[in-house]
């Protein structure tokens, strides 16, 4: 088989229902304003479930039912919770291509990346949490011979979770897992352009989790998102997305005295150092495959490496090659296995890059490859497809500057290295970059001086559990992916002891 | 989309809504009263206009406002913000805020309609580049 039946039809892996409520207290619930939303897959653009418009009076159903279950589910040992951490992984993994094709389904994304990229990492995200939580300590410090200082870690109670439309289970799990492992209960809203595909995970893994430990509200930002991250009865947001949402996000925390973490993009810069093509072999093929990362899950990455900066003295060879292997990209139907490029995640992503190429012309870049939508005929025409595309210009203009988030890579020349990381700093953000280079000075020196929270080096797009994930600048506040994240997760409780059977003396 | 150049000798406006924006503006705002909009960067529904109830935003000294556009039918202009550092890198183009069929962005009002405010770019021309409208700190109004 080399193509996935589509979910609903004869053959499927996966059905998806006609309708999917709020998950609250372990139980589907319809929504409290008796509103549905549609919900159109960006492979055909044809609506295939129907999901629950939430609004406030749902999100304090769910605040309701988190906040009963918090204190038992705070009080579990680490172990308990690694054992069920470890019980959803499994079962996950037995459902990886039910779970994968629906995540291509809902976002239009290439099955090959949800079978070997998204669904894998979640599962591992829950098998790292696991463990952290059971390997975690706290600590005594000495404060003198009769003085102690003991460090516990606590859960903050119940948390909010805002998930983008991206990695619809993955950017879920990646908050999830560290939550869950923390002692939380959570209340998390999906993306209202992705909404379903998480309600196949609770349907596989939902009864493994005590009711209410994990609460799944639905709807649109402005009606069920607001209320969420303005609650007065959460501990804690944790927001990906845009900056605006970002800014907002964190006004309604002053509000509450509540810390949040926030991810918010980026414009990455991949830089291509001169001894990249001093030989034809198989780190110059990685590095070429390394360019043409802009182009994984069709650009729609908080990393995508949408800025390639090349050496001057092999920019025409090196980006010759580099766009050979762009338009041997192959793009077509998402649930077909050989498809390497899918669909945009929904329309006005569409028309959001199709504006930005537009400008991108205007401004004077000129489109080397691509540069249009894509028609792919038959029932893919009503699917939401670009054409992988290559601009070249300067870094001044506004497609090396905004987060197009689409599968659009703008290119420019520099001179040596100070005016490699001049430009690769001349951001307002700092997510990601990467650094190609058979030089380990000039990879370490170049690591250190990008302006960015994840350099990869000889490599792009790697999203291991235990290697910290998260910005510098514009692009975000905290970290995920490793250990650390439970700290974001987790009240610190000093316990001041003294032993001493004297008095202070003051009093 | 975007508009055409303005005549010689008039103030060059920086923010422009088309006919359908202006109308969902309208519409918006029989709902929710009064509204702003501020431009987002960064991932996900970033780069895209946000459209709140005006006042809900809390401005300040990082953001800019490019334009308060009078829409027709309403009492008061929009506002069209967005933070300093993006504009920045934005001021040599004209934006026209247009509307799209669309599903979801962030927290802005108009995504439960079905549609999504979407920006429009052209670049200001020679001759109007010196004409163009003061912007305003948030801290000056």
Same mark, same amino acid.
């Given at each position: ?82 054992? #069920? ?224 900066? /090349? $050496?001057?003295? /092999? ?7 580099? !766009? ?11 649930? $077909?296995?050989?498809?390497? #490029? ?16 537009? #400008? ?38 506004? /497609?090396?500057?905004?987060? #197009? ?33 058979? $030089? ?54 000093? !316990? ?12 | ?11 060059? *406006?920086?923010?422009?809504?088309? *006919? ?63 933070? *300093? ?54 801290? *000056?109004?």
């Amino acid at each position: 088989m080399t193509t996935y039946a589509n979910p609903g039809s004869d053959g499927a892996v996966v059905n998806y229902q006609d309708r999917y409520g709020h998950y609250i207290g372990g139980e589907w619930v319809d929504p409290a304003g008796g509103q549905w939303f549609e919900n159109p897959s960006p492979v055909d653009g044809q609506p295939f479930t129907e999901v629950a418009r939430g609004t406030a009076d749902d999100v304090e159903r769910a605040l309701d039912a988190a906040h009963a279950a918090a204190p038992a589910w705070g009080r579990t040992s680490p172990a308990e919770r690694a054992v #069920i951490l470890n019980k959803i992984a499994d079962r996950m993994e037995e459902n990886l291509e039910v779970l994968a094709v629906a995540e291509s389904w809902d976002n239009g994304k290439p099955v090959r990346e949800t079978l070997a990229a998204d669904i894998p990492l979640a599962i591992d995200h829950f098998r790292y949490f696991a463990g952290a939580i059971r390997g975690q300590e706290g600590s005594i410090a000495t404060i003198d011979d009769d003085t102690m200082a003991y460090h516990f870690h606590e859960p903050l109670g119940v948390v909010a979770q805002i998930i983008p439309w991206n990695f619809p289970i993955l950017m879920a799990v990646w908050k999830l897992a560290p939550a869950l492992a923390a002692g939380n209960a959570v209340v998390l809203k999906p993306a209202e352009q992705t909404p379903a595909s998480i309600n196949v995970l609770l349907d596989l893994v939902g009864d493994l989790l005590p009711p209410g430990v994990l609460n799944v509200v639905q709807g649109f930002g402005t009606e069920a998102g607001k209320p969420l991250a303005s609650s007065n009865r959460v501990a804690k947001v944790a927001f990906t997305g845009e900056t605006t949402t970002g800014r907002l996000i964190m006004q309604y925390a002053s509000q509450n005295l509540i810390p949040v973490t926030l991810e918010l993009g980026g414009k990455s810069p991949n830089l291509f150092f001169a001894d990249v093509a001093s030989a034809d072999d198989d780190f110059y093929d990685k590095a070429l495959e390394g360019f043409t990362m802009f182009a994984l899950n069709q650009g729609e990455v908080c990393t995508c490496p949408s800025r390639a900066l /090349i $050496d001057a003295s /092999i920019y025409d060879k090196f980006l010759g090659d580099a !766009l050979a292997r762009t338009k041997a990209v192959v793009q077509g139907n998402p649930l $077909d296995l050989d498809t390497m #490029i899918g669909a945009q995640a929904s329309n006005d992503q569409l028309e959001k890059i199709l504006s930005y190429i537009d #400008i991108g012309e205007k401004e004077g870049a000129r489109v080397l490859t691509g540069g249009r939508r894509a028609d792919l005929g038959g029932s893919l025409s009503g699917g939401y497809y670009v054409e992988p595309t290559v601009f070249e210009g300067d870094n001044s203009m506004r /497609i090396f500057q905004e987060e #197009i988030f689409g599968p659009v890579v703008a290119v420019t020349r520099f001179d040596g290295y100070d005016d490699a990381i001049s430009i690769a700093n001349d951001t307002l953000y700092g997510l990601g970059a990467g650094v190609w280079t058979r $030089d380990v000075n000039t990879q370490y020196r170049a690591g250190r001086a990008i302006q960015a929270g994840r350099v990869w080096c000889n490599s792009y797009h790697l999203y291991p559990a235990h290697a910290a994930f998260g910005g510098y600048k514009q692009s975000g506040i905290g970290r995920e992916n490793h250990k650390m994240m439970l700290d974001h997760y987790q009240q610190t409780k000093n !316990l001041l002891v003294s032993y001493a059977p004297q008095k202070l003396g003051f009093f | 989309m975007a508009a055409a150049p303005t005549p010689a000798d008039q103030v060059v *406006e920086r923010v422009a809504f088309t *006919e359908e924006a202006a109308d969902l503006v309208r519409r918006l705002t029989a709902i929710h009263g009064p509204v702003m909009f501020h431009q987002s960067g960064g991932c996900c529904d970033g780069s895209s206009p946000m459209c709140y109830p005006d006042g809900d935003f809390i401005l300040g000294a990082s953001d800019v406002r490019l334009g308060l556009v009078p829409i027709e039918g309403l009492d008061q202009p929009v506002g069209f913000w967005m933070s *300093e550092s993006q504009f920045g890198y934005w001021q040599h183009t004209h934006l026209t805020i247009d509307v799209v069929d669309g599903r979801g962005g962030g927290f802005s009002l108009e995504t439960p309609e079905g549609k999504r405010f979407l920006t429009r770019s052209r670049l200001f021309t020679d001759d109007e580049h010196p004409r163009r409208a003061p912007i305003v700190r948030g801290d *000056e109004v």
